[in-house]
């Protein structure tokens, strides 16, 4: 898998951030299991509440497309840190993650990142799994 490239499309994605607010810009990018890539970026509002990560953007972007099944997501934020997924983009990974979906963490390039496991970020995740018992 090539992490470098899903990172470059993450640093794309987060040119169109809106974020009149936080000023803080978030961009993101998901593999689908067949292959395709879709970006996504975080989208502020007034209404504070109504605001949507970056991550959520782009796994819902393959979603509505027709894609199901996220093999990897690529996430950059500030230039000098990894920015870690929020909670509630944690559930949506897990809902639309695959068995071993990775968690790419970029900062500033592609060369600079690091990788997680649901299971690291999300232990114990409550999952569609568990309706089914
Ligand atoms: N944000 C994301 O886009 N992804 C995250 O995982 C963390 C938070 C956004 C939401 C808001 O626009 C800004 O960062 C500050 O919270």
Do not use: W
């Not at 998901?30 to 996504?40: A, R, S």
């Not at 509440?49 to 199901?68: D, L, M, P, Q, Y």
């Not at 390039?109 to 997680?116: A, G, L, P, R, T």
């Amino acid at each position: 898998m090539d992490y470098k490239m899903l990172i470059s499309k993450a640093l794309q994605g987060r040119e169109n951030a809106y974020t009149p607010y936080s000023n803080f810009k978030v961009g993101a990018a998901v593999l689908t299991e067949d292959g395709k890539i879709y970006t996504g970026c975080n989208i502020e509002n007034a209404s504070y509440g109504a605001t949507n990560c970056a991550e959520r953007t782009a796994i819902f972007k393959a979603v509505s497309e027709g894609h199901r099944t996220i093999k990897a997501i690529a996430i950059v934020g500030i230039e000098d840190d990894y920015t870690y997924p929020c909670g509630i983009c944690r559930q949506v990974i897990a809902e639309f993650g695959s068995e071993d979906v990775k968690i790419i963490l970029g900062k500033r390039n592609e060369s600079d990142y690091i990788v997680k496991t649901l299971e690291e970020i999300l232990p114990g995740a409550f999952t569609k799994k568990d309706l089914d018992r």
